[in-house]
């Protein structure tokens, strides 16, 4: 039997920069294939539909009153920094040292791992999230971990073991050709299997010897879809510190691009002190930048200049948690506003919210599977409840445009209004009822 689900009310799918909005729509999803069938209007849709199927069994939600959205998409996030998010005082270097490694060190158990990554996948659902990049340890059993969790629940997700090989404690660190062997398992057992895909991922250019960021680059060579994610540019000691260890090279991003690092499966998370021939690079090479602004703002990083690097390359929007304050897209998304209004900028609704939808998808050459609601793309989407809380309904109650009430969303909204979230058209997270 045919089991379809219809969805009844307003939709956006995030097509370029202006979203389409349906007021009174209708998706149309194949709950067993788990791809969109159609959208549209609802009156419209669900008649062709039934016209085209033979009155078709279908299934009928009906959201009313809710807004439709393409599940977000988080393009840099550390998983087990879930545990010591929001650790006080210190910039990016201490902040490494003194909490991260320390939190990182207790992925060797395999138990923790999963448990964690369990945890951190559920809070991403409840957070409107269905697909990211993601940063694991350098252990190896903490991306088997992912990977297992991820399976089970069938989100779309990126990650890899941690490379690091010097400045880091000694038993974070795995030597050059035994972290690549590492990678190259995992790439073994996970790289395209169900929704699952790996990233090489040399965590920075300080914690890596020039060895070990070479075999990643002729391991990223060697492949034509494997992902490689890695820090750039984040803070002003961390500049000092690369310039010190690689004395001959034009700077930071040089360091990357002559390890064979850079391309268009490469993520740079920050990005935020480059110089304009750098930018030129990152055009060259189809280098996308992430941009990170609650954590940019917690260690005190810098400002990213947004209208710059998109005027060289591609640029998503990123969570960084640990380092950054919040997993919801939502908020990143007004402190991304809040870090352009200190430089004189602007980041619109339709511009932010079709960054961490389709905007975010093509950043990570993953638009032809998600990022809106195109027929044959994977149904993951969340179901918005614009009026969430008193605060919420009466600011909206008061807005005359659908840019102004979007607006409100992105700067008011969090978790709390994620009513459900939906992963290749399986419900996976509803919102416990309140009241
Ligand atoms: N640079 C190297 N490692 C990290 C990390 O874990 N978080 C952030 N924000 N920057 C980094
Ligand atoms: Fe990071």
């Not at 990123?318 to 919801?328: E, I, M």
């Amino acid at each position: 039997t045919i089991d379809k689900n219809i969805t009844l009310l307003p939709v956006i799918a995030g097509v370029n920069v202006y979203p389409e909005y349906i007021a009174d729509g209708a998706l149309i999803v194949d709950d067993v294939a788990g791809c969109i069938i159609d959208y549209g209007s609802s009156e419209t849709i669900l008649a062709n539909y039934a016209e085209a199927n033979n009155q078709a069994p279908v299934k009928i939600h009906d959201y009313r009153n809710k807004l439709i959205m393409p599940g977000f998409i988080d393009t840099h996030v550390h998983y087990p920094q879930i545990d010591m998010i929001a650790a006080y005082g210190e910039q990016l270097l201490d902040w490494l040292n003194n909490y991260t490694f320390v939190t990182e060190a207790n992925f060797a158990d395999p138990k923790i791992a999963h448990d964690t990554a369990q945890f951190f996948l559920n809070q991403l659902m409840a957070n409107g999230t269905t697909s990211a990049m993601v940063f694991c340890t350098s252990h190896p059993q903490s991306a088997e971990a992912f990977f297992t969790e991820s399976h089970r629940l069938n989100t779309r997700m990126i990650t890899g073991n941690v490379l690091m090989d010097k400045n880091a404690p000694e038993h974070l660190c795995v030597p050059a050709e035994q972290s690549i062997q590492d990678t190259q398992n995992i790439i073994n057992n996970w790289h395209g299997r169900g929704r699952q895909h790996v990233a090489i991922t040399p965590r920075f250019a300080i914690t890596s010897t020039p060895k070990q960021l070479q075999l990643a680059g002729e391991l990223y060579a060697s492949y034509d879809n494997v992902y490689l994610q890695t820090h750039l540019a984040e803070n002003r000691d961390e500049m000092a510190f690369v310039r010190k260890l690689y004395p001959k090279h034009k700077g930071y991003l040089d360091v990357y691009e002559d390890m064979g690092l850079l391309g268009r499966y490469t993520t740079l998370a920050h990005g935020i002190y480059l110089e304009t021939a750098e930018y030129e690079r990152l055009r060259a090479t189809g280098t996308q930048i992430a941009h990170c602004p609650t954590s940019n703002l917690f260690l005190g990083s810098g400002l990213f200049d947004l209208p710059k690097t998109l005027s060289y390359t591609s640029v998503s929007i990123a969570t960084d948690v640990g380092a950054g304050t919040s997993l919801s897209m939502l908020v990143t998304l007004s402190e991304a506003y809040k870090v352009q209004q200190l430089q004189n900028n602007q980041l619109s609704a339709h511009q932010g919210l079709y960054q961490i939808t389709l905007g975010n998808a093509q950043s990570l050459m993953l638009d032809d599977k998600i990022g809106n609601f195109m027929p044959n793309k994977e149904a993951d989407f969340v179901v918005i409840d614009m009026a969430a809380t008193p605060l919420l309904e009466r600011r909206i109650a008061q807005t005359k445009t659908l840019e102004e009430r979007l607006f409100v969303l992105m700067m008011l909204g969090d978790d709390r209004v994620i009513d459900e979230t939906v992963i290749a058209g399986v419900s996976r997270y509803k919102k416990v009822a309140t009241a």
